[in-house]
């Protein structure tokens, strides 16, 4: 008689995930305890990224937004990717820098937006992205922040992504931002800014 295979007595039962109207609930409480507590635990059920994000819009505890952004990370991928953009346009300083953190860690996500990120019509957005480029492979980085400093009109963009550029990039480089210096050679800053770079990447072996 052929035996019949049964699981171990002390094998613990597979979690059952929380019904997502009382993560919510607890999402939206008063008590701040609850409404960190509910955050961090949506970080491991699926669907929660859309509540997570609309909880930003009126959270004011420093501890909940960070647990709300922790959870966005764990979740990760194109849903959490798809409400963390639109945050680069806040006016809260506190939900720009979690979601510039957040999207660092989601590198395939951040490669599908970086170019129309880069094309965005708010400079403080192209700003925005160009540091995010620093997250990715130094070989993409550097084609994206070449293109960016051949037809980028704001000084202060060109600034961010030649900073970016003498961390990241290679004597190929250096066509790019001579290029650039010739059109901002009246900036008080900018041409500065680029020969410094400039002969940072002439020693580069990269």
Known sequence: MPLLKRGKPDE????????????????????????WSA??????????AEPLAA?????????????????LIRRGGAESAAYLLPLLRSDEAALRGGAIEAL?????????????????????VRIFAVELTRKMPPAQAASWL???LDREIHPNVCAAAVDVLAEIGS???????????????????LPFAIAVAIETLSGSAK
């Not at 909880?55 to 952004?69: Q, T």
């Open 12 to 35: 613990p039962a597979a979690p059952q995930a929380e019904p997502l109207d009382a993560l919510i609930g607890d999402l939206r409480h008063a008590d701040p305890e609850r409404r």
């Open 39 to 48: 955050a961090r635990r949506m970080g491991e059920q699926s669907g929660t």
């Open 55 to 71: 909880a930003l819009a009126s959270e004011k505890e420093p501890r909940v937004i960070e647990a709300i952004f922790t959870s």
């Open 104 to 124: 660092e860690t989601m590198p395939a996500e951040l490669a599908r937006h970086i170019g129309e990120l880069l094309h965005d019509p708010d400079s403080d």
């Open 146 to 148: 070449g293109e960016i």
């Open 171 to 189: 004597r190929d480089a250096i066509p790019h931002l001579e290029r650039c210096r010739d059109r901002f050679a009246r900036e008080p800053f």
